[in-house]
């Protein structure tokens, strides 16, 4: 086997030509200059790669490690490895195709604020088990299991590719010692239940009145947040005894711009739409907030900043007859949440003028809809059924989401089951 070149040292000297003090050797033009042994190998091409190290051993190493690889088919080419994560992490966004475009606009934000930011300018061999190891637990600090789950799925997937392209010999964030984070509710989020129907009574007279009804949108249709932003008077039969909402669209961002698009997770293909029973009650209601604040016409780019421009009336819009911007309807909502005594200011600012705050997530809009499906299990609506008015394609994701959040749910099963075995008995 080939042994790694002194290039610090001739190999053949004339008898005559000095010896040099540190080695006792003759020296080379190289002496001194940059590091001392080269190991040189031919690829699987015949072409001949070297690289150099410090030390005898090091080389030694490598040159071992390249011929083996060379003998049993599995060399990569070390130079490949050079290659910054950040250009490959670009050319496997570039790869990525949605039929959703800010679906698409997710997972770039996702790869370039957690990938490439904290780990683009690393060069793909740099990148090891304790690498993937370090930047997880550095997620954590910063993002919920859910996300970090997300991104550690991306990160996998470009070096991945990575591995394919014969840029890296194996994926660092398959190997044993690296634990894929999963996502997986919260201690928390088990145990609390969504704003009660009294609190959202409560609620509800603390809202600008023209906002009011939003409370029963959410509450009485389960609409998620931009489906009520996006809700028009077009998506009911009033004219019918057993009136019916379509919900098939939401007011959503695309970098920046407000935009028409379908339910979450719908395309131009499927829609996600879906059809939730309205009550007399609520019809009233709404008939109500109608004639108070009358539907506006407003037009809005279709799913994306550049899309075809799409006029519908709205049910709610601001004083201005401009669409409901979130950023905007959530400073009222923590407003409004502060006001019954569910969450607590942080300072003493004017709401809309620097306010802040404690943490309230799981108070947000969206327990609207998690008290919808609530109030739905607790008065016997089966989980399939409940699906669909939720518009989840997946009861069992329905179940796993809702049913810790029934009040006496395990109660009511421990009791069922017991009276199984009674009349058994």
């Not at 190891?133 to 990575?162: C, N, P, Y």
Request: proline share 6%.
């Amino acid at each position: 086997m080939a042994e790694p070149y002194d290039r610090w040292h001739k190999k053949r000297p004339q008898a005559d030509e000095e010896k040099c003090t540190a080695h006792n050797k003759v020296p080379s033009g190289e002496h001194g200059r940059g590091k001392r042994w080269l190991a040189r190998w031919r690829d699987p091409d015949g072409q001949q790669q070297s690289e150099s190290f410090d030390r005898y051993e090091d080389a030694r190493q490598h040159l071992t490690k390249m011929q083996g690889s060379v003998d049993d088919g599995t060399y990569i080419d070390p130079r490949k490895g050079e290659a910054q994560l950040k250009a490959v992490a670009e050319q496997w966004l570039e790869n990525q195709t949605f039929d959703n475009p800010r679906t698409y606009a997710q997972y770039e934000s996702r790869v370039r604020n957690h990938v490439i930011g904290p780990l683009g300018s690393l060069k793909l061999r740099q990148i090891k088990a304790s690498t993937v190891q370090t930047w997880i637990k550095r997620r954590l600090q910063v993002l919920d299991e859910t996300t970090v789950g997300l991104v550690f799925t991306h990160l996998s997937s470009i070096l991945a590719m990575a591995v394919d392209d014969d840029l890296i010999a194996k994926n660092p964030c398959e190997t044993g010692s690296v634990k894929r984070v999963k996502p997986r509710r919260s201690k928390k989020a088990a145990k609390d239940v969504p704003l009660s129907w009294e609190q959202t009574d409560a609620l509800r007279p603390h809202l600008p009145e023209r906002y009011q009804a939003t409370v029963d949108c959410g509450r009485g249709l389960g609409m998620r947040q931009g489906e009520i932003f996006g809700f028009s008077p077009e998506d009911v039969n009033w004219l019918q005894k057993d009136k019916v909402v379509h919900i098939r669209r939401q007011i959503t961002h695309d970098r920046g711009t407000l935009v028409f698009a379908p339910p979450k997770g719908g395309t131009e293909d499927d829609p996600k739409d879906r059809f939730v029973p309205v009550g007399d009650e609520l019809a009233v209601l709404l008939t109500e907030h109608m004639r108070k604040h009358p539907p506006v016409e407003v037009t809005l780019p279709w799913m994306t900043k550049d899309g075809e421009p799409v006029t519908v009336r709205l049910v709610f819009t601001t004083r201005e007859r401009k669409p409901l911007n979130k950023n905007y309807f959530n400073y009222l909502w923590k407003g409004a949440l502060e006001a019954i005594g569910a969450i607590k200011a942080l300072n003493d600012k004017p709401i809309g003028k620097g306010r802040k705050w404690e943490e309230c997530r799981d108070k947000m809009m969206h327990a609207l809809r998690h008290l919808f499906a609530s109030e739905a299990i607790n008065e016997g609506v089966d989980v399939y059924t409940l699906a669909d008015l939720l518009g989840h394609e997946d009861p069992a994701f329905t179940l796993r989401r809702y049913v810790h959040r029934v009040t006496g749910a395990v109660e009511k099963a421990r009791k069922a089951i017991g009276q199984r075995y009674r009349s058994a008995a």
